[in-house]
């Protein structure tokens, strides 16, 4: 079993910065990658950004720039550093740990953007 929780949302002004924080437990041998994605209310669950075991990273375009991904993979973390933030970034926020062809989610964590 694999359990995956994340931490760090809230609520921020526009141009403010949150740091979100995941962290993995269990059978966590053979991790491909861990990355965020996000939804926002009554939209589709999207990729923000994803960083391979290897150190590889891609990132949605909207967020090129001011978010930052990065992994501890000795404490089998993940992190998502992100600035400049706006309006259109408020969403629930869901790691995933990709591993042996299998996908494992969090519960998610909500960011809200909003003077």
């Known amino acids: 079993q694999v359990q995956v929780a994340e931490s760090g949302g809230g609520l921020v002004r526009p141009g403010g910065s949150l740091r979100l924080a995941c962290v993995a437990s269990?059978?966590?041998?053979?991790?491909?990658?861990m990355g965020w994605y996000r939804q926002p209310p009554g939209k589709t669950r999207d990729l923000v950004a994803r960083?391979?075991?290897?150190?590889?990273?891609n990132y949605a375009d909207s967020v090129k720039g001011r978010f930052t991904i990065s992994r501890d993979n000795a404490r089998n973390t993940v992190a998502l550093q992100m600035n400049s933030l706006k309006p259109e970034d408020t969403a629930v926020y869901y790691c995933?740990?990709?591993?042996?062809?299998?996908?494992?989610w969090g519960q998610g964590t909500q960011v809200t953007v909003s003077s």
């Open positions: 995933v740990l990709s591993r042996l062809g299998l996908d494992y």
């Open positions: 269990g059978s966590i041998f053979s991790i491909r990658s």
């Open positions: 960083i391979t075991s290897d150190g590889r990273t």
